[in-house]
């Protein structure tokens, strides 16, 4: 087990931007926690993914969620107060029975992350999000706030003969029979919830607490209880669910869903290179998160900071109030009247698609970047694509799936604001590479792909030819 600090990996490349494009693979001293980069910790698939995939379109979706969720819980009578100093959002109204969505930025206003903020009591409040958990959790023991924190970490992939248990199993339950599934399950109705409330339902004889969310238009719960019950809870959650025609999601599956639902899965954290926050690096270990997630892409940068994002880049900015005092509150402030992006949904053209196969399936052929379907399933790896339009660049491109839903290929994209929905931009599909020493990720060829410019969450559109205003 490594204790080498997220701040030693990064002095040991020739710079940040190396190291973070660097093949972490390679790294012998960290064999034993590569695993940590796969999620979300469940079969590939359970039956096939392209059946999982339609369940929460048309029936039931069960999501197990009870080994790859991890939070960090805030604690002591400060808690609502340093969160709100935390969060570039307002936590005013936070009540214990309520969620929130919160985003945190770096002194610079730059985005470390966002996720989902649970008050679970009146001083004790669950984050969950990529990226937010040591950031909290470091602020949590340096500032002069009355808090404590914990993090709750997730399953170990690789148990390698370790024994594993969690305080609380979870499950979420999605589609649109789920919610009468959830009520035969209850043995009577839930009343109605709105969304990002918290009630409790009953399975299996076991009290649960539920948050209610929806996917693809319909109204869903992701419920939570005693670790020790899970096997009960889930095997009831099947039982009860053949009638609905439940479906369990597995990893390949689960990953697309962020796709199509519109939510960019992370940014690269705004934490690298600030000297500012060197002793926040050096407090981290190098083997969490941010210390094993690698830029893959066509997109090939000089800066590290010209990776980073600001909240309004991926529609964050209706979270924003500047009316109280936060952690980059003034230069996010500067950042709020500059230039800032869309989210959009990019849609293959099906001939590129077909192309990039055929590019594929040539021996001898051009060394391209191979398309996984339907999604890149086991690494946590931050997609930066390169987009242009008219010759010039417009964007990045990253997540991309498969959905047999839209029997179509989508990447969610952050594109110029003047970019408008049906106009065609061109994705580059390869891989600039790059790294340090012994730690190099391959370059690939470079492949354009036509893509119409669609909303975010997906729906489909026609294409027009991108003309500049």
Excluded at 104 to 132: H, K, M, S, W, Y
Excluded at 143 to 160: C, K, M, Q, W
């Amino acid at each position: 087990m490594t204790h080498a600090s997220l701040q030693s990996v990064l002095d040991l490349a020739d710079t940040p931007l190396s190291y973070l494009r660097s093949s972490k693979a390679t790294r012998r001293d960290n064999r034993i926690w590569q695993p940590k980069l796969i999620m979300p910790q469940v079969p590939y698939e359970f039956t096939d993914w392209e059946h999982e995939q339609r369940a929460w379109r048309e029936s039931v979706a069960l999501f197990d969620q009870s080994h790859h969720m991890q939070a960090v819980i805030i604690s002591g009578p400060d808690a609502k107060k340093f969160l709100s100093h935390m969060a570039c959002n307002n936590l005013a109204n936070a009540n214990p029975g309520r969620a929130f969505q919160i985003v945190c930025v770096a002194p610079d206003g730059r985005l470390v992350g966002d996720g989902i903020l649970l008050q679970l009591e009146e001083n004790t409040f669950a984050a969950t999000g990529p990226f937010i958990l040591n950031w909290l959790a470091y602020h949590a023991q340096v500032l002069d706030f009355e808090v404590t924190s914990h993090i709750d970490g997730r399953s170990p992939v690789y148990a390698n003969g370790f024994d594993h248990s969690r305080p609380e199993c979870r499950y979420q339950l999605q589609g649109p029979r789920a919610w009468a599934l959830l009520e035969k399950l209850n043995g009577g109705v839930i009343a109605d919830v709105p969304f990002f409330h918290l009630t409790e339902i009953s399975v299996a004889g076991h009290r649960m607490k539920a948050l209610r969310h929806g996917m693809a238009g319909t109204p869903g719960l992701e419920i939570w209880g005693d670790w020790n019950a899970r096997e009960v809870i889930r095997d009831a959650i099947l039982k009860v669910g053949e009638e609905f025609g439940i479906a369990e999601v597995g990893a390949a599956a689960y990953i697309t869903s962020a796709v199509e639902s519109g939510w960019v899965q992370g940014v690269l954290p705004a934490i690298y290179t600030a000297e500012h926050l060197r002793a926040y690096r050096e407090w981290m270990p190098a083997d969490d998160l941010e210390g094993l997630i690698r830029i893959t892409g066509s997109q090939k940068r000089d800066r590290l900071e010209d990776y980073y994002r600001t909240p309004f880049d991926l529609g964050y900015g209706r979270l924003v109030h500047f009316d109280h005092e936060f952690v980059g509150r003034d230069a996010l402030r500067e950042r709020a009247s500059g230039p800032k992006l869309q989210k959009v949904t990019l849609a293959w053209d099906p001939d590129d698609t077909a192309n990039l196969f055929r590019e594929m399936l040539t021996p001898g052929g051009r060394n391209v970047k191979f398309l996984h379907l339907p999604t890149m399933s086991d690494k946590i790896d931050l997609q930066y694509f390169e987009l242009t339009a008219q010759g010039r660049s417009i964007g990045t491109a990253h997540s991309t799936a498969y959905l047999a839903t839209e029997r179509t290929m989508l990447t969610l994209s952050l594109v110029d604001e003047a970019v408008q929905i049906g106009n065609e931009v061109l994705l580059h599909w390869g891989e600039a590479g790059g790294g340090f020493s012994g730690h190099q990720s391959e370059t690939t060829d470079t492949i354009p792909i036509r893509t119409t410019v669609s909303p975010a969450p997906y729906s489909r559109v026609a294409r027009e030819e991108y003309r500049k205003n």
